[in-house]
């Protein structure tokens, strides 16, 4: 679950709640409604290359329960991938280049996956962790205990970013503090910049303060379709050096709109960054994010 490593990277990102405001209605926060059988739209994002287009999944979610600390829903998510064949026979066509022999890179083979489960927490009040949808398992995960909530902030660290402007927040990211990582993820980020056609600007961050989000506006709005309708809700934005997210201004229901993250967010170990390379040269998009696109309700 806890998978992700992030550091920064000053890299655009495809639209987080860029759906155009004109004509869309404004709506108090107080008035979108949550309980059972609520359902959500979610998209994933990613970097901004102008290769980079497939790959990032779809979430179809519906609340089973919603209680004063307790969410329990299910989930459903559809996205692009490499068959393991394909992946196979491009890394045996990559080992004879390294041995000198003039082979072409096979076309990558890319099918459409369904996925599913089910989650449960029991952080909605009290907590200081949110489980994105981009780590979320096939099964049934339950999140006890831990203070993880799901697609809502904990109400606790809602307050503390409305009251005192900042909050500690984990994206099940990791720290890195070793100096052979350092500088690992400096090559990586070189290599983004040769993909981005341009030096890639930012210095790699890192340490414990990377959980620490400070709200950079109180006043904003974003654009989504509730029940079939466009619509336009306050909200606040925050940022840490690692990811920003928007939340909705409701201090019952304190929903994540979009979390942005660092194109760091898909590299756990060395091994990592060809699989991410890969799918960039494949044109596969690395999932770096997400967005809540629309809420309804069950019929």
Same mark, same amino acid.
């Given at each position: 679950?806890?998978?992700?490593?992030?550091?920064?990277?000053?890299?655009?990102?495809? !639209?987080?709640?860029?759906?155009?405001?004109?004509?869309?209605?404004?709506?108090?926060?107080?008035?979108?409604?949550?309980? $059972? !059988?609520?359902?959500?739209?979610?998209?994933?994002?990613?970097?901004?290359?102008?290769?980079? +287009?497939?790959?990032?999944?779809?979430?179809?979610?519906?609340?089973?329960?919603?209680?004063?600390?307790?969410? $329990?829903?299910? %989930?459903?998510?559809?996205?692009? $991938?490499?068959?393991?064949?394909?992946?196979?026979?491009?890394?045996?066509?990559?080992? =004879?280049?390294?041995? +000198?022999?003039?082979?072409?890179?096979?076309?990558?083979?890319?099918?459409?996956?369904?996925?599913?489960?089910?989650?449960?927490?029991?952080?909605?009040?009290?907590?200081?962790?949110?489980?994105?949808?981009?780590? %979320?398992?096939?099964?049934?995960?339950?999140?006890? !205990?831990? +203070?993880?909530?799901?697609?809502?902030?904990?109400?606790?660290?809602?307050?503390?970013?409305?009251?005192?402007?900042?909050?500690?927040?984990?994206?099940?990211?990791?720290?890195?503090?070793?100096?052979?990582?350092?500088?690992?993820? =400096?090559? @990586?980020?070189?290599?983004?910049?040769? @993909?981005?056609?341009?030096?890639?600007?930012?210095?790699?961050?890192?340490?414990?303060?990377?959980?620490? @989000?400070?709200?950079?506006?109180?006043?904003?709005? @974003?654009?989504?379709?509730?029940?079939?309708?466009?619509?336009?809700?306050? #909200?606040?934005?925050?940022?840490?050096?690692?990811?920003?997210?928007? *939340?909705?201004?409701?201090? $019952?229901?304190?929903? #994540?709109?979009? *979390?942005?993250?660092?194109? %760091?967010?898909?590299?756990?170990?060395?091994?990592?960054?060809?699989?991410?390379? +890969?799918?960039?040269?494949?044109?596969?998009?690395?999932?770096?994010?997400?967005?809540?696109?629309?809420?309804?309700?069950?019929?």
């Amino acid at each position: 679950m806890w998978r992700r490593l992030l550091v920064v990277l000053l890299l655009p990102l495809v !639209g987080v709640g860029c759906v155009p405001r004109f004509g869309a209605t404004s709506l108090a926060a107080e008035d979108l409604s949550f309980s $059972q !059988g609520t359902t959500f739209d979610l998209q994933e994002t990613s970097v901004s290359l102008p290769f980079v +287009g497939k790959g990032l999944a779809t979430y179809s979610v519906t609340l089973d329960v919603i209680a004063a600390n307790e969410l $329990q829903l299910h %989930w459903s998510s559809v996205k692009e $991938q490499e068959t393991a064949a394909s992946q196979e026979a491009r890394e045996a066509a990559l080992a =004879q280049m390294t041995e +000198g022999a003039e082979v072409a890179l096979p076309q990558a083979e890319i099918v459409s996956v369904e996925e599913s489960g089910t989650l449960f927490t029991d952080a909605l009040a009290e907590g200081s962790a949110l489980y994105l949808p981009l780590d %979320w398992d096939v099964g049934e995960e339950r999140l006890v !205990g831990d +203070g993880t909530s799901v697609l809502f902030i904990p109400r606790s660290t809602y307050q503390a970013l409305v009251d005192a402007g900042t909050a500690e927040i984990r994206l099940g990211l990791i720290d890195v503090l070793a100096s052979d990582a350092a500088g690992m993820l =400096q090559t @990586f980020k070189d290599l983004l910049g040769t @993909f981005a056609d341009q030096p890639v600007s930012g210095d790699v961050v890192m340490g414990a303060d990377a959980a620490t @989000f400070t709200v950079t506006s109180l006043n904003e709005t @974003f654009v989504l379709t509730v029940d079939g309708k466009r619509v336009k809700v306050p #909200v606040l934005h925050a940022e840490s050096p690692l990811a920003s997210i928007v *939340v909705l201004k409701n201090e $019952q229901y304190p929903l #994540v709109l979009s *979390v942005t993250l660092e194109p %760091w967010a898909a590299i756990t170990d060395v091994s990592d960054i060809s699989a991410f390379i +890969g799918r960039l040269e494949r044109g596969l998009a690395p999932p770096l994010g997400y967005k809540v696109e629309g809420i309804g309700s069950r019929e």
